[in-house]
């Protein structure tokens, strides 16, 4: 099992940079893959990247965000740069054991509660 604990959200004004970090508590960090969803208001819970094996992200973010993983300090990052106000969003943090997690939210066991990143025009 594993807690996950995002932070570095924040609010920032459109073409600024943030740094989300999710740190993560129990056994085997780099058995899991790792992935960051957000979710904006009245809007359903969309998937961002994936770090595991192969790194993916979302068309949306491509080339405007890096996700990474520090596996002995157990923790993700998602650096976020050029950011827009469609970003705002609550970001999470999951995890899986599967290793064909992808997009699909359901597939992911664990979740943090989230960090409210807010971009302003």
């Known amino acids: 099992q594993v807690q996950l604990v995002e932070s570095g959200g924040g609010l920032v004004q459109a073409g600024g940079s943030l740094r989300l970090s999710c740190a993560a508590s129990?056994?085997?960090?780099?058995?899991?893959?790792l992935a960051w969803f957000r979710q904006a208001p009245e809007k359903e819970r969309e998937f961002v990247s994936r770090?595991?094996?192969?790194?993916t992200y979302a068309d949306s973010v491509k080339g405007r965000f890096t996700t990474s993983r520090d596996n002995p300090k157990n923790t993700l990052y998602l650096q976020m740069n050029s950011l827009e106000p469609a970003d705002t969003a609550v970001y999470y943090c999951?995890?899986?054991?599967?290793?064909?997690?992808?997009?699909?939210?359901?597939?992911?066991?664990?979740w943090g509660k989230g960090t409210l990143v807010t971009v302003s025009s």
């Open positions: 129990g056994r085997s960090f780099d058995s899991y893959i």
């Open positions: 999951a995890a899986s054991l599967n290793p064909w997690a992808n997009a699909e939210p359901s597939l992911y066991n664990y």
């Open positions: 770090a595991g094996g192969r790194t």
